[in-house]
């Protein structure tokens, strides 16, 4: 199995940073890409970033050029760095990992809160 703990989040004032942590554990070997996903209340759950094993990234057009996401292999932590926050950017903050044995897993979800 593949396991995804998340951390990192919070509350921040609007302009503010937060690094968000996915910690991979199990058959981490199994996955092929890994991202980050939202949802805000009342609201779809949406792609927000995502990285493969061949290092292509993708975000989504309302967090490009404020959200990087990236990857540490010896610690098998995905990354979520978000600056310049704005109040739409609150929701819970889910990691997801791709994997071509178990399919797509799910982390428990972290929650962002952007509010003065």
């Known amino acids: 199995q593949v396991q995804l703990v998340e951390s990192g989040g919070g509350l921040v004032q609007p302009g503010g940073s937060l690094r968000l942590s996915c910690a991979v554990s199990g058959s981490s070997s199994s996955v092929y890409a890994m991202g980050w996903y939202r949802q805000a209340p009342g609201k779809q759950r949406e792609l927000v970033a995502q990285?493969?094993?061949?290092?292509?990234?993708y975000y989504a057009d309302s967090v490009k050029g404020r959200f990087t996401i990236s990857r540490d292999n010896a610690k098998n932590t995905v990354y979520l760095e978000m600056n310049t926050l704005k109040p739409e950017d609150t929701a819970v903050y889910y990691c997801n990992a791709n994997s071509v044995v178990f399919g797509s897993v799910w982390g428990q979800g972290t929650q962002v809160t952007v509010s003065s």
């Open positions: 990285l493969t094993n061949g290092g292509s990234t």
